[in-house]
């Protein structure tokens, strides 16, 4: 089946940590037989990725080229609202995007759209997949279900999209329920549930003795001995990295073999900085900035604990499920995460990490206290994690559903 997948967000380089998970799912469709063609927009930092099976197109929309400022995570602002710079390309993106996409399914006799984001890229979908006459499927990933409720034409656009798609995944139970009350409320949650599954994302299970502990602490910096707690995400308010700054006296107190390594980039990475000077952390809490995904890697290699203290921000958007806290139980960590959107799907309470409530620091540093002070019980939880990415979580799984979705909804 010739397929063609449509995203936002896709590595642009080989360790590129923008929507790395749009192209293992595609590299491992492509294993399954699927001819796999990725429409992306472009980026000047765009680099080929040699040995993938992938054939990748970039279309342009705005020049000189520098202008190119959507998608790659670089579209909102501290995922609460768009850039202003986003709002006034926008009209250029969907304009190109519909036109480079209606092109690729024409000339490469495309069978299925793959759309990743119900916005913009489902709509992007519906709208050729009507004037071609081809079925597309959708997955959510979290923020396009947020941006739909809060602006009057996205929630359109993303009705428009639910109503002609084939199929839509999502990670969590909450988008799933979101993009349902969009739809029509009770009525229209009558009519496309049951086109709605939910499907985790997956992983890699890193090779034996990859990101072993003592050399992905050399290759970062950190000290080979003591312990590390260790938290992976771009700096937005949806992460809840300032409540774990809020637990962090506590974890950190009375354990002086401990510190806190909170790894990644974004806009309130000098507002969370400050918050932990003010606390008086001092050098037992680092931030690494940005990190390649070699790097994200190497800092779960590194860590005792990881730790994805999500939450629903003050605007109402939250993560769906992720892959980092994948990532995490595919190198055998024990995981403390909030009890939140897609993260039960892949953290079972008490057999493959902790669960904890949202915005709840006390509740999160007692959680992460278990795991630091019970050697047994940090083992039985990194185990238990491994052992479900290697039978249901990994990338060939999630890939083998897809290739069930994709066969059905070309047979309609």
């Not at 993260?343 to 990490?353: F, I, K, N, S």
């Not at 620091?361 to 238990?384: F, I, K, M, Q, Y």
Request: proline residues 6%; positive net charge.
């Amino acid at each position: 089946m010739r397929v063609a997948v449509l995203a936002h967000s896709f590595p642009r380089f080989p360790g590129d940590t923008h929507g790395p998970f749009v192209q293992r799912l595609s590299e491992e469709l492509a294993r399954l037989g699927h001819e796999v063609e990725v429409l992306v927009p472009y980026d000047p930092e765009m680099r080929a990725h040699p040995g993938s099976p992938l054939v990748i197109h970039a279309f342009r929309y705005i020049w000189p080229d520098r202008l190119h400022r959507l998608g790659y995570s670089r579209t909102l602002h501290r995922d609460a609202g768009m850039k202003l710079a986003a709002w006034v390309e926008a009209p250029l993106y969907f304009a190109c995007a519909t036109r480079a996409l209606r092109r690729l399914v024409r000339t490469r006799r495309i069978d299925l759209v793959h759309a990743h984001w119900i916005l913009p890229n489902g709509f992007i979908a519906s709208r050729v997949a009507r004037a071609i006459g081809v079925p597309y499927v959708v997955t959510l990933h979290g923020s396009d279900v947020f941006m739909a409720e809060r602006t009057p034409l996205f929630g359109w656009m993303a009705r428009r999209a639910l109503a002609g798609a084939a199929h839509v995944t999502s990670c969590s139970a909450d988008l799933r329920d979101r993009l349902l009350a969009l739809g029509g409320g009770a009525a229209g949650a009558a009519s496309m549930r049951s086109k709605i599954s939910l499907l985790p994302n997956g992983t890699d299970l890193p090779a034996a003795g990859e990101h072993a502990p003592a050399a992905a602490r050399a290759r970062l910096g950190l000290p080979v001995d003591g312990r590390v707690v260790a938290a992976v995400g771009r700096m937005v308010d949806k992460k809840g990295f300032a409540y774990l700054l809020e637990a962090a006296p506590t974890i950190l107190g009375g354990r002086d073999d401990v510190r806190l390594v909170l790894g990644g980039g974004g806009d309130l990475l000098p507002a969370l900085s400050a918050q932990a000077a003010a606390l008086g952390l001092g050098d037992r809490v680092q931030f690494t900035g940005p990190l390649s995904h070699p790097q994200v890697l190497d800092l779960l290699g590194a860590a005792d604990v990881f730790v994805m203290p999500s939450v629903r921000d003050a605007h109402g958007n939250v993560d769906g499920l992720p892959v980092v806290v994948l990532e995490a139980m595919a190198a055998g960590r024990p995981v403390v995460a909030s009890d939140l959107a897609g993260m039960p799907l892949a953290v079972e309470h008490e057999r493959t990490g902790l669960l904890v409530p949202e915005k709840d620091p006390a509740a999160l540093a007692v959680a992460v206290g278990r795991v630091l002070d019970d050697s047994n019980l940090a083992h039985t939880l990194g185990e238990a994690g491994r052992r479900r990415v290697e039978t249901e979580l990994n990338w060939a799984a999630i890939a083998r559903v897809h290739d069930q979705i994709y066969q059905e909804a070309t047979r309609r």
